[in-house]
């Protein structure tokens, strides 16, 4: 089954494919699970915009927003583009990897790179720490956060560390 016709069918039963357990697994080749009150399927654009109490689940990662937008081109990346007052995400600690949460207005989520892109009001809390700018890219794969001009941002970045005991 490709991700058209898994779309397809996400759309008409209200939910995308089933989330297989995390262990032992690459994020990257886990299911997404998205939820939301409504789906709609375009096929002309090829995209499906979820509205409503958004969750999107791969792994043990979530994002939660008010609407979702799934981009399937025939050619190049496949994207989730989230908005809300605010999108959340929260990838737990795991296998060494510490705890991330972040937030901003716009969420985009390149599926393939595992890249998030936080922008507008965006911010990142790992361990205490806190970065802070407009615009913060946020590799899954390697735990890398950019944030700032480095991310294309045009403020400054904040970043508040805390002492470590």
Known sequence: MNWTD??????????AVCVAPAWGR???????????DTAEY???????TYTG???????RATLNSAQLTLYQPKD?????????????FHQPEEEGRKEVRGQ???????LDER????IGDAEIIQSGDRVTSDRIVYDMQTATVTAGAAAQGQERVRTIIQPRN
């Open 6 to 15: 898994r779309t397809i069918l996400a759309w008409l039963l209200g939910t």
């Open 26 to 36: 690459e994020a990257s080749d886990l299911p997404i699970e998205i939820t939301a």
């Open 42 to 48: 375009n096929e002309s654009s090829r995209t499906v």
């Open 53 to 59: 109490d958004v969750a999107v689940v791969q792994g």
């Open 76 to 88: 190049g990346p496949q994207t989730l583009v989230a908005e809300g007052n605010p999108v959340r």
């Open 104 to 110: 901003s207005a716009r969420v985009e989520y390149d």
């Open 115 to 118: 890249l998030l892109t936080l």
